[in-house]
């Protein structure tokens, strides 16, 4: 973060935004998006900076749309949900006049559907519930292999009370897209858990430790939570039938 700041700084002093290489700033962003947003975000905007300015003259900046969709990532993590919706709508312009161009290349399907999903899920946290779902079904529908875009679609069916829906597209994930998914494996355990089914739900949640990842927290919490449950329902009925023994 020191070099980072050293970097910056430089730029500022002497102006030499035109000569830098924006790939330097993507790079740095996403060394730095574990640690500091505010510094994240500052180098994708210099990034950018570069980028249009390449842009104005006359350049072809090929990686524009993955970096507007990266600034967007950044600001819907923030709470900036409109500068965030502007920013994946400008990538997804890009994309298209892109595929107008030259054609679709697998690389551009491949943003298209990932900003899809991206502003679906932004859709989604706004409450326009309607939005977010068309993207996820167009999605699972082109790309069965799409997991996010089924458990996404399990979710809202859970959140209606259609709970066997949601279950059964939990199961298509790790049942047919990817027996390893934890997201899939701890939504349908939560699913469990909310219909009472603490038996399953521990047995769901301990496959997840046992065979997938031991160190998984939200899997470890909720089982340190049932335990912790079933303990407290077996001393009440300790105590209620010691006390119908007198």
Known sequence: ??????????????????????LMFTEMAQLLEQTDISKTTKAYMFALGICSQKIERGETVEYMPEL????????????????AENSYNKAL???????????????????ITSIRYN???????????????????DIAEKYQGYADAHLRLGV???????????ANLYKKVYGMIDNKNVDAWSLMGNLQL?????????????RIV?????????????????????????????????????
């Open 93 to 111: 312009d890009l994309c298209e006049a892109k595929i107008e161009e030259s054609g679709a290349d697998a690389a551009t399907r491949a943003t």
């Open 119 to 137: 502003l679906a899920r932004l859709y989604e946290e706004r409450n326009d519930i309607p939005r977010a779902e068309e993207i996820y079904k």
């Open 68 to 83: 507007l969709n990266n600034i967007a990532a950044i600001n819907h993590m923030d709470g900036r949900l409109d500068s």
């Open 194 to 206: 909310n219909q009472n089914q603490i038996r399953n739900s521990r047995k769901t949640m301990e």
């Open 210 to 246: 046992k065979e997938i990842n031991r160190h998984d927290v939200y899997a470890l919490v909720a089982l340190g939570n049932i335990q912790l449950n079933v303990a407290r329902e077996e001393k009440d009925n300790a105590t209620v039938s010691y006390q119908l023994c007198f």
């Open 156 to 166: 809202i069916e859970q959140n209606r009370g259609n709970l066997e829906e949601a």
């Open 1 to 22: 973060m020191e070099y980072f700041d050293k970097a910056t700084n430089i730029i500022h002093e002497r102006n030499t935004l035109s000569i830098q290489d924006p």
